[in-house]
């Protein structure tokens, strides 16, 4: 049974006749169930019934479903291809549904779809005379265009947000007391409220303006630690935002202020630039930009300075930025060999400096410096010594690296072997991977011994 042709009385009879199928249709299943002696004909009578219900109900469209009906293409929106049911208009001036673009945006996109212009911003105006156009269109076809659908949206503001907001960027541009506490009212709110964190991402320019009050000469004499702090912090939580992450990196003042922010201030700065860092570094092309930076030297100097504070965010920035090979020989050449190695060895955040010294292990000029310095005793004396799976199987990965590459270290293992026993029992009880690498190593030194008593 076809839709109404237009949206005069059509609906309320079609909900008569959907009622009296139901009716009917309850009858005739029942008969089936209860009566063995039903025919054939009964149930070809309720398959019947059941396709014309399924009509009428097909017959009352949803807009969701009508990408093949017939319609002005300026109702569908460009990117999902269905009729809109909130269409809102970007900065460009092109329209889309409201739910099509909002994922659009927070995919990270920040250009028009239609155009491949950058957007001024990210503002969605509601476009109400496409929306009553839509609206009549449908009504005199029958079509039921349901209610916009509005997504929960965390990153939604408030017009007073807004204002809230323009005017703490106008405070960074004045005096140092009243930077200051725009910087400070900025760090609290881009913590507490992801609306805040989006409008940064909504206006490209807010972020030089945040920045401001650190390129000038204030901060060559560095009087205002509490401002320099805010202000870093600040980008920290701005950072969280992924579709601020490429934002953030790309302006040319960002990594150079986090930088010499990792050189110099209080250690609260110093480990939120590093924990900055590490956001960033979510994305591959961060990395990158990172890497070239000279970042990895001022994080290896902090890691090598030890405060507790920063400890954890500067392994994580070291390990995120170590996933692509580029920074592992940036980061080899900046003296990451020796400094984990140092702090292996006073048994500090054994977890996160492994698993950056077995990433390193994968690159020749590290391997050579842990030989050189001390790598395979210090290793060993780890694996016997921890009760972490994951850190056994890091330190056997790393000398079975290391043993390989240079033959005259295996002598140390065989003393290991000899008094503690410690790769076999790794070969047993280890991890599938450490079981694998210390059975290779066993393999290599009874092929040693082999040959030692044949010769």
């Known amino acids: 049974m076809a839709k109404t042709a237009d949206g005069g009385g059509g609906g309320g009879g079609e909900a008569v006749r959907v009622a009296e199928l139901k009716r009917e249709l309850e009858r005739v299943v029942r008969r089936i169930v209860e009566d063995e002696d039903s025919g054939a004909e009964v149930v070809d009578h309720a398959k019947e019934m059941l396709v014309a219900l399924r009509e009428l109900k097909v017959g009352r469209k949803k807009v969701g479903s ?12 460009p990117i999902s291809k269905e009729v809109m049911r909130d269409p809102v208009i970007v900065s460009t001036g092109q329209t889309y549904d409201r739910p099509s673009i909002q994922k659009w945006l927070k995919a ?21 005379l496409i929306r009553e156009m839509i609206v009549k269109w449908c009504r005199t076809r029958g079509i039921e265009l349901s209610d916009p659908v509005h997504c929960i949206d965390e990153d939604s503001v408030s017009e007073a947000e807004r204002e809230h907001f323009v005017n703490l960027l106008e405070k960074m541009e004045l005096s140092i007391v009243e930077q200051k506490e725009a910087a400070k009212e900025l760090r609290s709110l881009t913590k507490r409220m992801p609306s805040f964190r989006a409008l940064f991402g909504e206006s490209p320019e807010a972020i030089p303006i945040l920045l401001n009050p650190l390129c ?22 701005l950072s969280i935002h992924d579709s601020n992450k490429k934002l953030v990196a790309e302006m040319p003042s960002v990594i150079p202020l986090l930088l010499d922010a990792l050189k110099s201030g209080t250690i609260e700065t110093r480990s939120n630039a590093a924990a900055t860092l590490f956001t960033l570094s979510a994305l591959d092309s961060n990395k990158t930009l990172i890497g070239k930076s000279g970042a990895l030297k001022p994080l290896i100097d902090l890691l090598d300075e030890g405060h507790p504070q920063a400890m954890t965010d500067v392994a994580s920035a070291i390990f995120n930025l170590c996933i692509i090979h580029e920074n592992r020989a940036r980061a080899v050449r900046d003296g990451a060999v020796g400094v984990i190695l140092k702090k292996i060895a006073s048994n500090v955040y054994l977890d996160e400096l492994l698993s950056i010294l077995a990433m390193l292990s994968s690159h020749q000029k590290a391997v050579e410096e842990m030989g050189e310095l001390g790598a395979v005793p210090c290793l060993l004396g780890v694996t016997r010594e921890t009760s972490c799976a994951r850190n056994k199987e890091n330190c056997i990965a790393i000398l079975h690296t290391i043993c390989f590459s240079d033959r005259t270290k295996f002598k140390e293992l065989r003393e290991e072997e000899t008094l503690y026993g410690t790769i076999s029992d790794l070969a047993r009880n280890g991890t599938s991977r450490a079981k694998r690498k210390a059975n290779g190593i066993l393999e290599r030194l009874n092929r040693a011994m082999n040959l030692t008593y044949t010769a």
Do not use: A
């Not at 239609?114 to 001024?120: D, P």
């Not at 000469?217 to 912090?233: A, C, M, W």
């Open 66 to 77: 009508l990408r093949s009906v017939n319609c002005p293409e300026e109702f569908r929106c």
């Open 216 to 237: 000038g000469k204030g901060l060559q004499s560095r009087p205002h630690l509490d401002l320099q702090e805010d202000v870093i912090t600040t980008l920290l939580n």
């Open 108 to 128: 990270g996109n920040r250009t028009c779809p239609l155009t491949q212009q950058v957007l001024s911003h990210k503002i969605l105006t509601p476009n109400f």
